[in-house]
């Protein structure tokens, strides 16, 4: 840990001695380069990543520690800074939601500014950008078989600035569980598909009785979901821990 400490601080040191052996108080200071400190707090216990792009090809990318900071020598140009936490950019800064998975729990911040002075500390915050489902499907009396669950959906990612991407998103569970859900544009439709053991029983448009029931996929951090459906009544009942909606199921789609 100590040594850990002295090679932190020599290498802000270095940073230092570099930028300041770079430039003169007597200098046009424009084109002389900028420390930025990216402070990165109050994220999940896994690391996060940053990835800072610019101009001629600058790319920063790197991970830290839960709750640190790290220090960057960059122009002072328009920069694009992400940090993500959950999952891992891949090189041209999306994150990709593999085929067949649920989305990671992904927290994320994305910005873009222009570095002013010698010095500019960024404060980061991330936006948590999936909801967790917990997925409910009561049986109908005297059914003593499991059903098993599939989501279809229209996200399988998200762009280098954060927005969702269209895709295919598919993940399959069992009735009982939950199921991480990537944000979703006003556009995008979810679809919920359950089987029993050998044959589909039914399918309904998911994403229409979230908005339905007054989800809000913008908020900076979504809320997780419960979901439960009772075929024997033919109603879904959605809730978080501010709200709770009750919906009659329509017809299949």
Not at 10 to 26: D, P, Q, R
Request: some cysteine; overall charge negative.
């Amino acid at each position: 840990m100590f040594r850990s400490t002295l090679r932190r601080r020599a290498f802000g040191l270095f940073l230092i001695s570099l930028f300041g052996a770079s430039c003169t108080v007597k200098e046009d200071r424009a084109d002389c380069p900028c420390l930025l400190t990216v402070r990165m707090e109050g994220l999940p216990s896994y690391p996060a990543c940053y990835l800072v792009t610019g101009p001629d090809g600058l790319r920063l990318q790197g991970l830290a520690p839960a709750d640190t900071s790290v220090v960057l020598a960059v122009p002072r140009e328009l920069l694009s800074v992400q940090v993500s936490a959950g999952a891992m950019p891949v090189e041209d800064g999306r994150i990709r939601i593999p085929a067949g998975q649920e989305s990671p729990p992904l927290y994320l911040f994305c910005g873009r500014f222009r570095p002013e002075s010698d010095a500019v500390l960024l404060n980061v915050q991330l936006s948590k950008q999936f909801c967790a489902l917990t997925l409910k499907v009561a049986q109908p009396p005297g059914n003593g078989d499991a059903f098993r669950t599939r989501i279809r959906g229209q996200v399988a990612g998200f762009s280098a600035d954060g927005h969702p991407v269209t895709g295919p998103f598919t993940c399959e569970g069992g009735a009982d569980g939950v199921v991480r859900l990537p944000r979703q544009s006003p556009a995008d439709e979810l679809w919920l598909d359950i089987f029993m053991p050998d044959e589909h029983l039914r399918s309904f448009a998911l994403g229409s009785y979230i908005r339905e029931a007054g989800y809000d996929w913008t908020a900076p951090d979504l809320q997780d979901l419960t979901l439960e459906i009772n075929l024997s009544v033919t109603q879904i009942t959605f809730t978080t821990p501010d709200w709770s909606a009750v919906i009659p199921l329509e017809m299949d789609v």
